[in-house]
């Protein structure tokens, strides 16, 4: 029978892993803080390790860094509430066979146990094979989902050779996610080349030049979706005939699949292209991110000086829609920066583009009306039945309670006694909740 260790300081999750463990025929173990992961560790050989990152005494990481170390080091799959960049590519270079955010997904990490238990020895030992150290200067900022989900991906990009695939609106950060690749990647001491896709780079396109234009290191592709119907067809030729001398990474300007069902992709490079495919969000769908963004942007532009934003200021900034992205938020802060004569920014210090708020509390009118204009959608699509098939009230009502419990969930690290406590919840009908709503065990 497989022993499993289970590093988890959350009653709940880790009484829900060690019950799916046992239904698989594995011996669940569990400590609740690294140190006593580390001691059991140091008692007892195990085939598993599932850890979390958000310990009680000291990082998940620290403690993964002390398991790869062991003579003998299990497998780790590495599970968080705050999948940042930074975690998720120190977990892979650490040596983290998986990494999974929070919430779980039951069915999906059961097959990664599984998978884990059952591989062999030395496909583990090549699976944790550790990264470059990090670069300095290509990491990315953010913590709402959407960026998560992207950070995972990156990550796993970073440990791999394969060709990536990054879309996503203008001025979202896809050309900083490719460098991110390629400086924590196995390549990065190899050169770097963007190549602009569009009629004045159609030559590089040749088959008799294909050779020379990726001829090794890594080489971007940038609006790949212009690219001609004979370009298209040479890199495919180059392609399946095994030629591997660079690694691939395209950048498309929205949903490149949507070319293929278009005719105007090749539906064969697609797949080639996109064997990882990080989908970068635009700025209103990662709003959290806001502040974040605009105070780092501000410091880069203003280095000299202490410039805050003020309170009114960074309402402004959550209220606009940013249609030009993270670019212009960008170069919203370095107008701030050259505008603004004092150390705190005012919303006149900011440009045109970004409207001033009238009165107090309009901030919330914008996140507002996207909250009803989602809804509204969102009940379209649950009513597009006969009337004598709709849900029921009560499980309409469940579903967005539980929309509602799973991102409140998302700002307390997965802990509902956290939740509970600082929002005035009883805890045993927040559990009750949780079992009914989001299928906790």
């Known amino acids: 029978m497989s022993k499993v260790l ?38 007892g050989a195990f085939d598993l390790v599932l850890l979390d990152i958000g310990l009680p005494d000291m990082s998940g990481l620290r403690v993964l860094e002390k ?17 940042s960049l930074e975690n998720a590519l120190e ?13 779980l997904k039951i069915g999906e990490i059961q097959l990664a146990i599984r998978a884990l238990l059952e591989a062999k020895p030395e496909a583990l030992a090549e699976a944790a094979a550790p990264v470059v150290q990090p670069a300095q200067g290509t990491m990315m900022i953010g913590a709402a989902p959407t960026m998560q989900r992207c950070f995972a991906i990156i990550a796993q990009a ?33 050169p770097l080349r963007t190549i602009e896709c569009g009629p004045a780079s159609e030559p590089l396109f040749l088959p008799e030049n294909l050779g020379e234009t990726l001829s090794g290191g890594v080489v971007v592709l940038r609006g790949v979706q212009v690219l001609s119907a004979g370009a298209q067809k040479a890199l495919m030729e180059w392609i399946d005939a095994g030629h591997r001398e660079a690694r691939l990474i395209a950048i498309s300007q929205g949903d490149l699949h949507e070319c293929v069902w278009q005719g105007k992709f090749r539906e064969d490079l697609f797949y080639q ?49 940013w249609p030009g992205n993270v670019r212009e938020l960008l170069n919203a802060m370095h107008h701030v920066a050259a505008v603004c004569p004092g150390t705190e920014a005012l919303p006149h210090h900011l440009p045109a583009s970004v409207p001033r708020l009238k009165v107090a509390g309009e901030s919330a009118t914008h ?15 649950q009513m597009s039945v006969p009337e004598s098939e709709l849900p029921e009230y009560e499980k309409v009502l469940g579903q967005v309670e539980g929309m509602l419990l799973a991102a409140l969930l998302r700002r307390f690290d997965e802990k509902p006694t956290r939740l509970a406590a600082a929002m005035n919840m009883n805890r045993a009908t927040l559990r009750k909740r949780c079992r009914e709503l989001l299928g906790w065990d």
């Open 91 to 103: 977990a892979r270079r650490l040596g983290a066979q998986e990494y999974f955010l929070k919430p």
């Open 273 to 321: 292209l996109a064997v990882l495919h990080v989908a970068m969000p635009a700025l209103v769908d990662r709003v959290s991110d806001i502040p974040a963004l605009a105070a780092f942007f501000l410091s880069q532009a203003a280095p000299d000086r202490d410039l805050q934003l003020a309170e009114a200021t960074s309402a402004c900034l959550l209220a606009h829609e």
């Open 158 to 190: 970073c440990g791999s050779d394969a060709a990536a695939l990054i879309s996503g609106p203008p001025g979202s950060g896809k050309t900083l996610a490719a460098r991110v690749i390629h400086a924590h990647g196995g390549r990065a001491g190899q």
């Open 367 to 381: 996140l507002d009306r996207r909250l009803r204009e989602a809804l509204e959608s969102w009940l379209d699509l």
């Open 6 to 43: 289970i590093v988890e300081d959350e009653y709940a999750l880790a009484a829900a892993l060690a019950t799916l463990l046992r239904r698989m025929g594995a011996e669940p173990v569990v400590a609740a803080s690294g140190q006593g992961g580390l001691d059991k560790l140091t008692r």
């Open 67 to 83: 398991v790869r170390a062991l003579p003998v080091p299990p497998p780790v799959l590495v599970i968080t509430a705050h999948g």
